[in-house]
């Protein structure tokens, strides 16, 4: 995927905190998307839709999926995942939305982050770790590790260490910035820093949780 894919993806992460007003973790995934008037479901408690409009077999081989249905968005969701990989998934699709893939044909793969992913399911992937791991309050609490990562955003501990490996290129090109401009790589954007300051309060409260002895 080049880089103006993944800076679109990225960007459209913080332009959803950023309309949202989101200003602490865990992000509350089904809140965020019923704001936008999408209609989300578990699967059970869309199985009688489901059936009408054929769509078991979606339900049989992903955790989730969106599909239009009129002129109505949907998501629907497996609720026997835990709700760490429910969050994800759900938010996997809601970037599929804002990112215009959504049709009457419905979405077809929703699985745990891969680096053997196509660039469509990797923007939606992008999006979804990016509203709910964004980049600068890891940064500002100085998180590395998968394990605080997933307890801190409540995702799952398979998402949490894709999103571990992007954060250590991140923190390994702050030290270049430093060495050789002076500055930090993290906040050059406006939207980022717009971002940052919504959750300052956030983190704070939460710092000393997360302080290297």
């Given at each position: 995927?080049?880089y ?9 992460g ?10 602490s973790?865990p ?7 019923k704001k ?6 578990s699967y059970?408690?869309?199985r ?10 979606s339900?049989?081989?992903n955790?989730g ?6 002129q109505?968005?949907y998501i ?16 996997h ?15 077809f793969?929703?699985?745990e ?10 923007q939606?992937?992008?999006?979804a ?7 600068c309050?890891?940064w500002?609490?100085?998180i ?6 997933a ?7 398979e ?5 571990a490996?992007r ?11 430093i ?7 993290f906040?050059l954007?406006p939207k ?6 919504q959750f300052?309060p ?8 997360y302080r290297?002895?």
């Amino acid at each position: 995927m080049n880089y103006k894919k993944y800076q679109q993806s990225r960007d459209t992460g913080w332009e959803t905190l950023i309309k949202q007003n989101i200003r602490s973790l865990p992000v509350k995934a089904s809140m965020l998307v019923k704001k936008e008037g999408i209609l989300l479901r578990s699967y059970a408690q869309g199985r009688d839709l489901l059936t009408e409009m054929g769509l078991m077999q979606s339900m049989a081989n992903n955790d989730g999926f969106s599909v239009r249905i009129g002129q109505t968005c949907y998501i629907f969701y497996d609720e026997t995942c835990t709700p760490q990989r429910s969050r994800f998934t759900i938010l996997h699709e809601y970037g599929h939305i804002l990112r215009g893939d959504v049709s009457e044909t419905p979405t077809f793969r929703n699985r745990e982050p891969s680096e053997k992913d196509g660039d469509i399911e990797t923007q939606a992937n992008i999006i979804a770790s990016r509203i709910l791991a964004p980049a600068c309050v890891l940064w500002a609490l100085d998180i590395h590790a998968a394990e605080d990562i997933a307890s801190l955003c409540d995702i799952s501990l398979e998402s949490a260490k894709w999103r571990a490996k992007r954060m250590e290129l991140l923190y390994a090109r702050e030290k270049e910035f430093i060495a050789t401009r002076g500055k930090s790589c993290f906040l050059l954007s406006p939207k980022e820093r717009a971002v940052y300051h919504q959750f300052l309060p956030f983190i704070e409260q939460v710092k000393d949780r997360y302080r290297r002895c």
